[in-house]
Every structure is written in C-alpha cells, then in structure tokens.
C-alpha cells in the first residue's frame, strides 16, 4: 500500500502543501490517541464553556481544538486559521502560504457514547495583500479551496482527502505511525435508496423538503416507486462517509427552528470541505438555491443549507424547489 507523500507528489501536489497537510496529520494522530483515552484521563464531557455559536463545548473539543492550533500556527506554513472553537480567525506567520480553517471535532454528541466523530478540514491559498490578521483572508470561495478532508476516528482511523484531483481514502497504520492509501479515485453511485436527514426536524422544514420526504417514505406505493432507507449518525463526517463509500443523499435542510439561521452546518469547515470532496467523487452539493463552493462566504463561522450526495437523488431533491 502507497504511503502518503508519494501518493500525493503522483498527483503533482506542491511540496510546500504536503508538508502542511502532513503537519495537520501529525495532530490528527495525536487526537485519534487523546479520543481513545479520553475516559482514562478525565477528558470526557463538557467544559463550562460555550463557543460563539453558543454550543457548549466539550472537553475533547478543546484539546482537539488546541492540539491543531499549536501545530498549525508553528509550522510556518500558515498565514491564518479558522476554527469552530476559535471566536474569530488566528492570525500566523505573515509570510505564510495557506489557511486553514478547520472543526476539530465533528459530531460532539457522539464522544459521550464513544460513537464516530471527525476533524473536517479546508485549505486556500493565503491572500497576499491582506494581512494575517484580517478575516477578509477568509473570504474566498469553495471553489478556490487547495485541499479538503476529514479523518474519522472510528474502528478504524482513516483519511478522505482531495487536492482536486479525486477523492482518495487512507487509513492510519499504526504499526508505522502513517496514513496508507487503500482506496484512490471513490466514485458515489449516481442512484440510491438512501437517505440522511434528522426527521425530528420534519414539521420546521419548508414545504419543497417535506415533499421530496414524504414521497421517499411513501416507498414502492409511492412516485418514487421504490423504497429508501434512513441512516442518520449525528456526525456529518460519519454520514457523509458512508455516502461516498456506498451513496445516498444527505442534507441539513434550512428550518423556521432558529429563522436567524440558514441552516445548521458551518460553510468554511463543514459545508464547503465535504463539498470538494463529494464533487471530486462525482456527487453533487448543493443549497436549493445553487452550488455551495460558489458561495462567497461572509463570515468564518456563516451557516449554510446542505444537500449533497448521489447525482440522480441530489437533482431529485432539488427538482422539488423549482
Ligand atoms: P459539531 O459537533 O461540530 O457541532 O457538528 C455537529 C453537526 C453535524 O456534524 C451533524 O450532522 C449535525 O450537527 C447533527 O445535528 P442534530 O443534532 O440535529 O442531529
Ligand atoms: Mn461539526
Ligand atoms: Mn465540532
């Protein structure tokens, strides 16, 4: 099995971008450990905390949040991060080349049950005339993204990563202590009879969502002429996992739950790196109103609607809109 850095210099990768994407890992590897101990050493449940979406934190975000930080504003590479548990952007190196914006721990409900969770992150290019300071370094689009992934510490801890150049798979040996490629180039199946959606949701969604459900629920009997299955894990990094590997759709549709919210995902470290790597697999992510890496994001911490996954069902989802 292909070790990492060869993996990625056979997709041309920059030097410069594998010794960050190695910096990032080296954390990961480092969580991966903190998460199996974390009932061992005192690291489970919250924090009397909230971060500036007003989410209590847990123990385990923050150390997942400064384990990352430290590595990432040390290694030089690094003009300015942004994180979930970070208020604002961190300003870095002024000459660095890239930004990271990152959430450290994805799915937090599930660290009390030892159920999956993830670290989703995103790389751009640092913008030169601004300073490291200034979030406008953020606002760049999905589309400008140099790299997106995620590492699930599941069974197994593995790596979804893209460089725009498809979407592979790595697991973490730790007989070595370095991610190994087992799958290159994931394709999700165009056609599904899957679906992720937290139904407990169904009365606060708009009426183009309770639609396209409701004829998924109806089955075989239904307009769909068939029946779906419903998976829903609470960790976007689960689901959207198991949607590259096998299909399915899944979304975080816009709710009147909090009308001051356009949905429940974050753009920069959640929305906008799922969506580099589900299009690199050949799948679609989508608002109902557009592409998500065509937005131009606002804020480091903006909310945005979620519909990604197999083409065929992500289009069908969407013809319910228009
Ligand atoms: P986080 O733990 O980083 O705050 O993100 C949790 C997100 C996402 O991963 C998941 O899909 C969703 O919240 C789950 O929401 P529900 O609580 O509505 O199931
Ligand atoms: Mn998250
Ligand atoms: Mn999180």
Known sequence: MQRLAPSLRQ?????????????????????????????LSGLMGSTLDENIQGEVQKKLDVVANQLLKDV???????????????????AGDEDGKFLVSFDPLD?????????????????HEALPG????????????GTKQVCAGYVLYGPSTMLVMTTGNGTHMYVLDRTHGGYLLVERNLQIPEETQEFAINMSNQRFWQAPMQNYINDLLAGKEGPREKNFNMRWIAAMVGDVHRVLNRGGIFTYPKDTKDPSKAGKLRLMYEANPM?????????????????????????????????????NEVEKCLSYYS
């Open 11 to 39: 997709d041309n990768v920059s030097l410069d971008l594998i010794s960050l994407i190695k910096t990032i890992l080296a954390a990961t590897k480092e969580i991966s450990f903190r998460v199996s101990q974390a009932h």
């Open 72 to 90: 990432l504003l040390e290694s030089g590479f690094v003009k300015a991060i942004s994180s979930e548990e970070e208020d604002n952007s961190v």
């Open 107 to 123: 799915g937090s409900s599930n660290i009390d049950i030892n159920s999956l969770i993830g670290t989703i992150f995103s790389i």
């Open 130 to 141: 601004v300073e490291a300071g200034d979030p406008a370094q953020f606002k760049q689009a």
């Open 275 to 311: 969506s580099f790597l589900v299009e690199q697999a050949g799948g679609l992510s989508v608002t109902s109103t557009g592409r998500i890496m065509e937005i131009e994001p606002t804020d480091v911490h903006q909310r945005v609607e979620v519909i990604l996954g197999s083409k």
